[in-house]
């Protein structure tokens, strides 16, 4: 049953030993000459004004905010469509007329949801 | 448990091995056929056809000077790469890739983690690679790595959506969420592969993927004309190979990925020959051939329309995932769930090709509004020149 889960780990080890195989052999076969120019941000040539670690957009913010709201319920419905055809595999699970009625009722909340925040402007970028 | 270990390794390096150098391939592939589709050579000097091209990229990388911005984060700077390429090259893991292999010790199967949890590893192993992008966006210290790193960001959860709704329809047919499974279901015939009975799922799925593995017309986080090179214009040598490297394999695992939920995975059709026991290993090397002439195709594919069509517009992006990906993925699960219910509860039809058929018809139908009337240039904002 855990089977694969081990070979998930070996997995991630190898590819994580690989990884630190690459940058570690990077750092010992290639040279290292730095300048203070050779240094600075690479900005078209201009001089650096500034950090860039300043604030930036709300937008940004507000996109994740309603990636989250949509990807939970894109995790909600995985479920329900798993047990759709088949009851959760057993006799006497819900039936699919229920699953479908149970879904149309979730759907039409989030389309209002959906409505709103179109309307309230959350989806322009100009 | 010790052959299972044993096994486990061989696939891992295997698999690994061939990832990695099927990437190496897809670098001079792309080069090749962007030189051919503008009539021009390509790179050709380095071993047969160039193809050592590669291996001397590989190796050049290796031994070059690497720069590290003054003011850059740098623990951030060196893990960034690292949170790119794990993720990357995890995802393939729960693929399968061919039927089991009969050896001496029992039946092996076909792919290296058969998790119970299947789809939802890659969902989550997908997203992952986010991080690695945005990291190196915001530890470079330059406006436009961070720029890049947060268009990347805001561009892969506004596609992920659509890419998650899109596999609904797939699982509502498969009925479950492990990979094995959702071939199983559509090995029937050729009309059972979901490409028919879910043809705008597919449509949905296959702009999230482009979207997901920031390729054209969807590579803004990397504008090469605004950005310079995006998220990764301080790095250089190994460290920028890794993300080169990261982003080819993202494409491998989406094509991947589309064979498996859409085109049948390693099923041949018009025979069910390769679905049922007992397994030879003729038959692990003629389903493995046709996976991967799916997946190389699927890669050409994504050449193809790289040098074909032109870059979107940034908010042109955003309103394509949110105003039109979005409600359209909402509303055909709703329309797809309604239909599957009529034809199981109302007609009481088993999941067939006849099923499938009907299924494909109503996609047909469906198609035709969705292509010719949806999108005059009224959401997707200057998407068509005003007259």
Redesign the interface.
């Known amino acids: 049953m855990n089977q694969p889960y081990l070979a998930f780990l070996l997995l991630l080890g190898f590819v994580a030993f690989n990884a630190v195989l690459l940058i570690g052999l990077s750092h010992l076969l290639a040279p290292r000459k730095p300048t203070a120019l050779k240094d600075s941000p690479y900005e078209s040539g201009m001089p650096s004004l500034g950090s860039a670690h300043e604030r930036f957009s709300v937008k940004f913010y507000l996109v994740a905010m309603l990636f989250i709201i949509f990807d939970i319920e894109t995790v909600f419905l995985i479920p329900w469509a798993t047990i759709y055809l088949n009851g959760a595999g057993s006799t006497g699970g819900p039936s699919t007329g229920f699953l479908l009625v149970e879904m149309l009722l979730f759907m039409l909340i989030l389309a209002v949801g959906y409505v709103y925040v179109w309307k309230r402007g959350a989806l322009q970028w100009n | 448990m010790s052959v ?2 044993v096994a ?2 061989i ?3 295997v698999v ?1 091995t061939v990832i990695m150098v099927g990437v190496a391939l897809l670098t001079l592939a792309e080069r090749r056929i962007c030189a051919w589709m503008q009539d021009r050579l390509g790179p050709n000097r380095v071993g047969p056809q160039g193809l050592l091209q590669p291996a001397a990229d590989g190796l050049k ?11 850059a984060d740098r623990v951030l700077f ?1 893990l960034a ?2 949170m790119s ?2 993720p990357a ?2 995802t393939f ?1 729960v693929i399968p890739f061919a039927t089991p292999l009969p050896t001496r010790w029992g039946d092996v199967d076909m792919v ?5 949890v299947g ?2 590893y890659i969902l989550a192993f997908g997203s992952l690679g986010v991080y690695g992008i945005v990291l190196a966006g ?1 530890s ?7 720029l890049g790193g ?1 268009r990347a ?2 561009q892969m ?2 596609y ?2 659509a890419m ?2 899109s596999t ?2 797939v ?7 492990t990979l094995t499974d959702v071939i199983a279901k559509q090995s029937q015939s050729l009309f059972t592969w979901n490409v028919f009975p879910l043809s705008l799922a597919y449509f949905i799925f296959l702009v999230a993927a482009f979207a997901e593995t920031n390729r054209l017309p969807f590579d803004l986080p990397e504008a090469e004309g605004e950005l ?1 090179a995006g998220y990764h ?2 790095y250089s ?3 920028f ?2 993300f080169y490297i990261a982003e080819y394999s993202n494409m491998v695992t989406a094509s991947a990925l589309m064979t498996t939920l859409f085109f049948g995975g390693w099923d041949i059709p018009f025979t069910t020959w390769d679905n049922t026991p007992p397994w030879t290993i003729l038959k692990t090397l003629a389903t493995l051939t046709m996976f991967s002439a799916k997946v190389v195709l699927f890669l050409f594919l994504y050449i193809w329309v790289r040098w074909t069509l032109p870059r979107f517009r ?2 042109q992006l ?2 394509l995932g ?2 039109v990906m ?2 359209l993925a ?1 509303t055909y ?2 329309v797809i ?2 239909a ?2 009529f034809l ?2 109302g007609l009481g039809w088993t ?1 067939d090709t006849r099923f499938a058929l009907a299924l494909f018809a109503l996609n047909l139908v469906l198609a035709v509004p969705l292509f010719f009337v949806l999108d005059r240039g009224r959401i997707v ?1 200057g998407s068509v020149v005003e007259a």
Do not use: C, R
């Not at chain 2, 470079?140 to 961070?146: A, D, G, Q």
């Open positions: 299972f270990l486990s390794a696939k891992i390096i690994f990388n290796l031994v070059k000077e690497e720069t590290l911005p003054a003011q060196m790469p690292t390429f794990v090259l995890l893991a290296v983690a058969d998790l119970p789809f939802l915001w470079s210290n330059n406006k436009y790595s961070l947060l960001t805001a959860i506004s992920e959506i998650g709704l609904v329809a699982l509502l047919i498969a009925g479950n969420v310079i214009t301080e040598a190994m460290k190979s890794m940034y908010d955003m309103a949110w105003k979005l409600p909402l699960v709703t769930a309604t599957i219910w199981h509860d999941y904002a």
